[in-house]
């Protein structure tokens, strides 16, 4: 169990760019799942995958906001014309199944630390 | 919608103290609970879940935590706390709707 590594650990951009943060999930895990955690709060629920299929987006993520999982594996985390209040924390976890069918749980990455100039 | 407090922002213990962190929920039905803690730029690590059966569940390094339905809590507690405990925690629920609904979670500081 490698765990989940996400990359970059760091980015920063300058406001209008776009940027592309990438997620590698722990093999075994069919479910994929993005989160946005702003300082001195808890993380918020973005996005998530079951294998590819991308199966609920949260309001949080605007239409600049795209997330991928093109084979089912890692996931990408696309932000077009970055502004100053996208600078947070994203973190990607994975689990096996529906954590409460399988009593499995999500596993999070390191996170990708954004910083908007 | 379901909702996580956690109603205290920070926390300081002497070590060796015993701890415990509060966390209230707010949903219509029994919900997954989580706790993970969080050291400073790192991930979030899974300190302990309760899905069902015994309301007292244990969990990595000495944490464990209660449900009590009664009072739609799940507080965590640890009888002697190590300055390596010092983090951020935070409590989560699961709802059966595929994602987490975290508290804002609990800084805790550790003096010697």
């Known amino acids: 169990d490698t765990g989940v590594s996400q990359d970059p650990r760091h980015k920063i951009t300058k406001r209008g760019q776009n940027v592309t943060f990438r997620c590698d999930p722990i093999?075994?895990?069919?479910?994929l799942y993005w989160y946005r955690q702003t300082l001195g709060q808890g993380p918020e629920f973005l996005t998530y995958?079951?294998?590819?299929?991308?199966?609920?987006k949260s309001r949080l993520l605007s239409d600049r906001f795209s997330a991928e999982r093109p084979k089912g594996s890692f996931s990408t985390l696309e932000i077009q014309r970055t502004e100053q209040g996208d600078s947070a924390m994203y973190l990607c976890a994975s689990s096996f199944g529906p954590a409460a069918n399988s009593n499995q749980p999500q596993h999070f990455g390191d996170g990708t630390r954004l910083s908007i100039l | 919608a379901q909702s996580v407090t956690q109603p205290d922002i920070h926390i300081t213990v002497s070590e060796g103290a015993s701890l415990e962190l509060r966390c209230n929920y707010s949903?219509?039905?029994?919900?997954?609970l989580f706790w993970y803690v969080q050291s400073p730029g790192q991930g979030l690590q899974l300190l302990l879940k309760?899905?069902?059966?015994?309301?007292l569940v244990q969990g990595i390094k000495g944490f464990e935590a209660e449900f009590k339905r009664s009072q739609s809590s799940f507080n965590l507690r640890k009888p002697s706390v190590h300055w390596s405990d010092a983090a951020e925690y935070f409590c989560?629920?699961?709802?059966?709707?595929?994602?987490?609904?975290f508290g804002t979670g609990t800084r805790l500081t550790i003096i010697p």
């Open positions: 309760y899905f069902s059966g015994d309301t």
């Open positions: 949903y219509g039905a029994t919900p997954y």
């Open positions: 995958f079951q294998n590819e299929a991308q199966l609920e």
């Open positions: 989560a629920v699961d709802n059966e709707s595929e994602k987490l609904t």
């Open positions: 093999s075994e895990h069919n479910r």
